[in-house]
Each structure stands twice: as C-alpha cells, then as structure tokens.
C-alpha cells in the first residue's frame, strides 16, 4: 500500500526478546494506529496517535509500548515479548479521525 | 462496548454468481460504518464509508448499503479477482478507533 511502509515485514523472536516496529508514512497524515490481526478475529487497536508526540492507549495495550517523536514516523515496542503476540501487526494512517484508514502490508512476528 | 458481526464467515461463489454479505454491529451513535477488502499477505484496502441508514455507494460489481442495525455488501456478477477478505469496521461518534469485525473470506471460482 503505497504510503505507509511498515518494517520488517518478519520477524521471530524468544520469549523474554525486544524489539521495535516502525511505520513510516509520507501522507502527511496527523492520526497513526498500531493494529493487531489474529485468526478468527477483527483488527484490535493497541496504540494510537492524534499527532506528532501524543500517544494514547487503545484497546489491547498491555505488553506494548509507542512512540511518535516524529510526524511521520509511529513505533511500536515489545519490551519483552512473550508467545501471546505472535500475530500480524498493522499500522494504519488518517487525515483526520472521520477519514478513511489507510494501511501497511503488517508485519508477521512470531515469538518462539 | 461497540460490536461487529460479519456472517458468513465464508463464501464460495462461483464466477457470476451474485451475492450479500451481512455486517451486523451495535454502537453508540455511529459516525461511520467502514468496508474494506483484504487480500492474503496484505494490508486492509479501502473501499466504502457509509454515514447514515438509507445510504449506498457503488464502485464496480459492489456495492454497499446501511440500515440502522447492520450494513450489506452485495457482489454483482463476481468475478476471480473479487476473491478476498472483506472487512466491515463502525465508528462510534466521539471516537477515534474503528471496530473491525472478523471478516469474510469470499472464494470466487471460474
């Protein structure tokens, strides 16, 4: 999806590991979203931005930690990571909060 | 808390074969009801947003309508390439975050 790049696009990691996610967008969109995507169940919000150094919490944020020190750049953290998130992630932009979603490729991270 | 329901979960058409696709949802004061498709490897694509019951909108052999209660994707004539994931997410008014529901994942066969 031409807009928001999201990487890596894989990763697995052991239990007790962190890493960071980045989502870079060039849209010049104010809002960011960090999803997950599980089997059987729709896109759950964990963090989102309204703009360039505010966070909020979304609905699953435990385990997560983000960033927005810059515009165009959204970073989600695993502080240690545990097999319970192993999913899909999402980033996803917006103009404003009534404006259509627009989302990256995810990456795919499993936790061993 | 808000609620998304799709039905069914899977669809198998075969190549002109029309058909619906239920999204069914429970939210307080809507803003907006949002349809997306999603192809396998793929981040969600846009397609519809609907703001109140009696709207529709059209692009290609989709088309989308809005009742109070629940939201229809209809595929006229479906074709291979329309196989995806189809998403159905609300937003409640006041709200930033979408609701998703699981999808459905419509198999179209030639």
């Known amino acids: 999806n031409a807009g928001v790049t999201q990487t890596p696009k894989f990763r697995v990691l052991k239990t007790g590991q962190s890493m960071t996610l980045l989502c870079a967008q060039d849209?010049?969109?104010?809002?960011m979203y960090w999803y997950r995507q599980d089997p059987g169940m729709g896109l759950r919000l964990i963090h989102y931005s309204v703009g360039e150094g505010t966070t909020a919490k979304g609905e699953v944020p435990d385990g997560y930690n983000v960033s927005r020190l810059k515009k165009q750049n959204f970073l989600l953290g695993l502080e240690s990571a545990a097999p319970s998130q192993t999913s899909v992630y999402f980033c996803a932009t917006g103009r404003d909060s009534n404006q259509p979603q627009h989302f990256g490729d995810g990456t795919r991270l499993s936790i061993l | 808390e808000d609620q998304v329901t799709q039905s069914p979960e899977a669809l198998r058409l075969q190549e002109g074969e029309s058909s619906s696709l239920n999204c069914s949802y429970t939210?307080?004061?809507?803003?907006?009801l949002f349809w997306y498709r999603q192809d396998p490897g793929k981040g969600p694509e846009f397609l519809f947003t609907?703001?109140?019951a009696g709207e529709e909108k059209e692009k290609e052999r989709l088309k989308a309508t809005l009742t109070k209660k629940e939201s229809f994707l209809h595929i006229t004539a479906p074709k291979p390439e329309d196989s995806a994931t189809y998403l159905c997410a609300v937003q409640a008014a006041g709200d930033y975050k979408l609701s998703f529901g699981a999808g459905t994942t419509v198999t179209v066969r030639a």
């Open positions: 939210v307080s004061g809507l803003r907006g």
């Open positions: 849209m010049n969109h104010e809002y």
């Open positions: 609907l703001y109140s």
